[in-house]
């Protein structure tokens, strides 16, 4: 009887350790719908992004470890135009994140003439990112094809808003004006991304953005939890 009991609370406390496992990263994605992004280009970042999520290597990288990731998407543009595309869910299986990714192919632009907006979006990004499960480390991923033309710098949202132990990388979609991209990629280098060792990842257009989506996954979710220097600040370089 006794060893029943003692077998009984083994299987209670094992069950109990598995539902407490840790999750490793909250992983948060923001896509751009302000009115530089049309139609055709909207469909391409969307499905771009659910084809990297459900891309064989970024799958092997969800799965590198017992410790799951916590995903959410949310798309932004104007000051006030967020919406949540994919509210928080743990990634502890293979069916889940395909259904992520599905969930993203099938979603539709909530906006599409509004400005760009980047400190209400990473503010938005913030409040995200508190609601997320408790996990080891966050990140906040932010895509974009045009620099900050609306409301307050990421520079005060980053100082009013919780950004302490967040990470925040970059995707920039780089346009065929070389003069005009080459200031929205040091925009993104010196104003956006911050963080231990948050980077910045390039895409040659909205044809690019499924490889650059899945090249910055594979990286996000396959590099240690805790980058380098604690404490960087924006500017950092991934």
């Not at 209670?12 to 999750?23: D, K, N």
């Not at 907006?117 to 080891?136: D, H, S, V």
């Not at 060792?197 to 044809?207: C, H, K, S, V």
């Not at 899945?214 to 404490?231: I, W």
Request: charged residues 20%.
């Amino acid at each position: 009887m006794k060893r029943a009991a003692a077998t009984l609370l083994a299987l209670a406390l094992g069950a109990s350790a598995a539902e407490a496992r840790p999750c490793r990263l909250a992983l948060l994605l923001a896509l751009d719908v302000s009115s530089s992004v049309d139609a055709a280009e909207d469909r391409l970042q969307r499905g771009g992004m659910a084809a990297a999520l459900a891309a064989p290597e970024v799958r092997a990288a969800f799965f590198s470890s017992d410790m799951p990731v916590a995903l959410a998407v949310y798309e932004w543009s104007g000051r006030y135009n967020q919406e949540v595309l994919l509210d928080w869910v743990l990634i502890d299986s293979d069916a889940k994140l395909l259904d992520a990714a599905l969930t993203i192919a099938e979603s539709r632009r909530s906006h599409n003439d509004f400005p760009t907006a980047m400190g209400y979006a990473l503010g938005f990004g913030a409040g995200l990112l508190a609601e997320a499960p408790p996990c080891l480390s966050r990140t906040l991923d932010i895509a974009g094809d045009g620099q900050n033309n609306e409301g307050f710098a990421p520079a005060l949202a980053y100082a009013e808003f919780p950004f302490d132990g967040v990470t925040v990388n970059g995707l920039v979609v780089n346009g065929a004006d070389f003069e005009v991209e080459t200031g929205l990629i040091a925009f993104y280098r010196q104003e956006v991304i911050r963080g231990a060792g948050a980077f910045l990842e390039i895409a040659d257009g909205f044809e690019d953005y499924e490889r650059a989506m899945r090249r910055k996954l594979e990286r996000e979710l396959t590099a240690p939890v805790v980058g380098a220097a604690p404490g960087a600040g924006p500017g950092g370089r991934g």
